[in-house]
Nanobody, 124 residues
Framework: QVQLVESGGGLVQAGGSLRLSCVASGRTFSSYTMGWFRQAPGKEREFVGVIGWSGSSAYYADFVNGRFTISRDNAKNTVYLQLNSLKPDDTAVYYC?????????????????WGQGTQVTVSS
């Protein structure tokens, strides 16, 4: 069982940056692949990116286009999502998710554990 708690969301102007954090409970964090997803009002949840258990491999959705970076600190049971060059279209609730499996997991159904989400609002 893994419990996930996100933080770091907020209101930022277009072009600004935020760093989201996701802290996991348990002593097996380093064995989990960690994904980030987001859901905007009226839209389906979509994949943002994923990082493998070691932190050496990461994969991003096409819309990220080099603006976001995922990293992890296994000693702190924490995964990060650095959001740069934010646009109003990035406004959404951002979720972290965990599961054991390859870092290529991109579907929300691939993940068994979810955080409660953190709101990111980008003003124009």
């Amino acid at each position: 069982q893994v419990q996930l708690v996100e933080s770091g969301g907020g209101l930022v102007q277009a072009g600004g940056s935020l760093r989201l954090s996701c802290v996991a409970s348990g002593r097996t964090f380093s064995s989990y692949t960690m994904g980030w997803f987001r859901q905007a009002p009226g839209k389906e949840r979509e994949f943002v990116g994923v990082i493998g258990w070691s932190g050496s491999s990461a994969y991003y959705a096409d819309f990220v286009n080099g603006r976001f970076t995922i990293s992890r600190d296994n000693a702190k049971n924490t995964v990060y999502l650095q959001l740069n060059s934010l646009k109003p279209d990035d406004t959404a609730v951002y979720y972290c998710a965990a599961n054991r499996g390859p870092y290529t997991m991109r579907r929300d159904t691939d993940y068994d554990y979810w955080g409660q989400g953190t709101q990111v609002t980008v003003s124009s």
